[in-house]
């Protein structure tokens, strides 16, 4: 194998993935009861449409999209609304969301669950699907779909890149999938591609995971032609791959600009579950109501990749994995990227890849930088992290901007590699918050 493309920087964690990537998709059983958050996507969270004792099919549609930068939220099961409540989210919020007896009969609402020729779809029926299912990022980014496949007239699109390389320590749903059904994320890729008039496709995919780059790239090969390109790229083992803007770099040697978005660089990213669920949205009229969830770590007894409702709270899937009583932290998402929670009963959403259960989690204590330059080594932005650390330990939020804060993508290479054990990947992301608000304020005086 000759050398393998990737980007600057980075960083080999070790991956853990043995635990759960030879564990095939199990179908979860549906809970009697889902809790489905209105905020499971970037943007404004989704309105709410039932009331308690309304009674709901599978798929019909139980929040709507609050603005353009929203999405529509789906009923997982058939059922009775109990009531609205409140609930946690990932990443320390709370929103509403909508708890419902589910009746076991999983009828779907009407419309759903019908089969489309999707030859059929022009790409402006293919953009309407993508909203009406109220996909989103299935990655973990969670950014509604329907707004990255509708990028401004000038922003002409030439390459559209599924992110097949989960390069996340423990996370194998997307590995999953790519063995079990890759005919659905090539086929999703094409509708994407036509979404956008684009003509290039690429899927790139780690080489620690050769077998399903193997099935993905004879796909590709054989579902190519008419003008239509489909390319496998086997890239490096390194965290993190697969990052939108390290995606881009490696496969197609193009960087995007500070402050600036792959369609700067006439770029689509998308993740493979996304694609999958473009197919099933566009041929199946399925709204995006379930997807898959790792749930593994060494706090459960045995590690499983399940084919989960969205709502099912985290407790009944670890249950299903053997919880242990020792554990010490649980993280929605992968370690370096994930949040830590307390909230056992907070359910699976659009962009939850994984759930991890701990028992030997370290706890630390921060040091003072040693200046060992070890963070910006491994900064795959090329920022200081260092200097970042220092001047928003010290609340100088503002100072930040002029050293690039807004520019990290989070991926927390730089506390993962730091000696001193400095938590900037947090301060970081506090700082972004506080300048957000800032910014927020502003604005809301303005308007004033
Ligand atoms: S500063 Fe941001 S982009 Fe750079 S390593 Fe740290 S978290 Fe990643
Ligand atoms: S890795 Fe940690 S100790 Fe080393 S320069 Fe960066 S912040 Fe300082």
Excluded at 325 to 336: A, D, R, S
Excluded at 371 to 388: A, F, T, Y
């Amino acid at each position: 194998m000759g050398e393998l493309k990737t980007f600057k920087g980075g960083t080999h964690p070790h991956d853990f993935k043995e635990l759960a990537k030879n564990q095939k998709i199990a179908e979860c059983d549906v809970p009697t009861e889902v809790i489905v958050p209105m905020a499971q996507h970037i943007g404004a969270p989704a309105k709410v449409l039932v009331k308690a004792t309304d009674e709901v099919k599978r798929g019909q549609l139980i929040g709507e999209p609050a603005g353009f930068v929203s999405a529509g939220v789906h009923s997982p099961v058939s059922g009775k609304v109990k009531k609205i409540i409140q609930c946690n989210t990932p990443i320390g919020t709370t929103c509403q969301a909508v708890l419902i007896e589910n009746d076991g009969k999983d009828e779907w609402a009407d419309g759903c669950n019908v089969d489309t020729d999707v030859s059929t779809l022009s790409s402006a029926d293919i953009c309407k699907k993508v909203a009406w299912a109220g996909i989103v990022g299935m990655g973990g980014a969670t950014f509604p779909t329907h707004v990255k496949l509708s990028p401004p007239p000038e922003k002409k699109i030439d390459a559209v890149i599924l992110n097949g390389v989960e390069c996340e320590p423990y996370l194998t749903s997307d590995y999953r999938l790519m063995l079990e059904k890759p005919e659905t994320i090539v086929e999703g890729l094409k509708l994407l591609l036509k979404a956008v008039d684009c003509k290039n496709g690429y899927i790139g995919i780690e080489a620690n995971k050769e077998d399903a780059f193997r099935i993905m790239d004879k796909l590709c090969k054989e579902m190519s032609g008419d003008g239509i390109t489909l390319i496998a790229e086997l890239l490096e083992v390194k965290y993190p791959q697969g990052a939108e803007k390290q995606l881009i770099k490696a496969i197609l040697d193009r960087e995007v600009p500070s402050g600036g978005l792959p369609m700067d660089v006439g770029v689509v990213v998308q993740n493979v579950a996304t694609a999958s669920a473009v197919y099933e949205a566009c041929s199946k009229n399925r709204p995006l109501t379930e997807r898959i969830v790792t749930a593994t770590g060494d706090g459960v007894k045995e590690p499983k990749n399940f084919l989960a409702r969205i709502g099912t709270p985290a407790k009944y899937l670890l249950g299903k994995c053997g919880f242990k009583e020792n554990v010490n932290k649980l993280i929605y998402g992968g370690p370096m990227m994930g949040m830590a929670h307390f909230d056992l009963e907070m359910p699976v959403n659009k962009g939850m890849s994984g759930i991890l259960s701990l028992c030997n989690a370290e706890v630390y204590e921060h040091r003072r930088c040693i200046r060992c330059g070890r963070c910006v080594e491994g900064c795959p932005q090329q920022l200081l992290p260092s200097e970042l650390s220092l001047v928003i330990e010290s609340g100088r939020f503002n100072d930040s901007k002029d050293i690039n804060v807004l520019d990290c993508i989070e991926c927390g290479v730089c506390t993962y590699v730091c000696p001193a054990r400095r938590p900037i990947v947090q301060w970081i992301k506090l700082a972004k918050y506080e300048l957000n608000r800032q910014r927020l304020r502003a604005a809301a005086k303005e308007k004033k």
